[in-house]
């Protein structure tokens, strides 16, 4: 193989790796009630009620870690069809999350 199909190949691995989302459909998108709030979230944002905010998704091993502009993250694990866990990286808080929709 020829060295610039190798970078080019190489550039698309490791675009798709950093995004982690080429033909992903973000399991997590939908309504979710986490004990404490309802949370909405999309493939591209997140509204814990202040209004949808724009987020960086990148998957790791399963989980969801959602970077926002003001350095904020929160991670989402155990994302099944009805429950997944909430986490806040800079509080420590975490929730059960229940599927309204």
Do not use: H
Request: net charge negative; aromatic share 12%.
């Amino acid at each position: 193989m020829r060295p610039e199909f190798i970078a080019v190949a190489a550039a698309i691995v490791l675009a798709t790796a950093t995004t982690g989302f080429a033909g992903d459909n973000a399991p997590y998108a939908g309504i979710w009630d986490c004990e404490v709030s309802t949370f909405t979230f999309t493939k591209d944002t997140y509204d814990s009620g202040e209004g949808p905010m724009p987020q960086k998704v990148e998957k790791e091993e399963g989980n969801y870690i959602l970077s926002f502009s003001d350095g904020y993250q929160i991670g989402l694990s155990s994302v099944t069809d009805t429950t997944m866990q909430w986490f806040s990286m800079q509080t420590g808080d975490q929730f059960e999350c229940k599927r309204v929709k």
